[in-house]
């Protein structure tokens, strides 16, 4: 799965960037199979997750 990946595209883009460049644990996923929404993403923190 292959997608571009900007601030319009990804909304938490920056904060996911900010939480990276301050050594904070984040994950990105995204669904690619299932019967969720193709495409839709889940960022996940210690504190709790959101996503589309």
Do not use: Q, W
């Amino acid at each position: 799965f292959v997608e571009r990946v900007d601030p319009v595209s990804l909304p938490s883009l920056d904060a996911i960037a900010t939480d990276i460049e301050e050594h904070r644990p984040v994950a990105l996923a995204t669904v690619v199979t299932g019967p969720g929404r193709m495409g839709a993403h889940l960022v996940i923190r210690p504190e709790g997750r959101s996503g589309t």
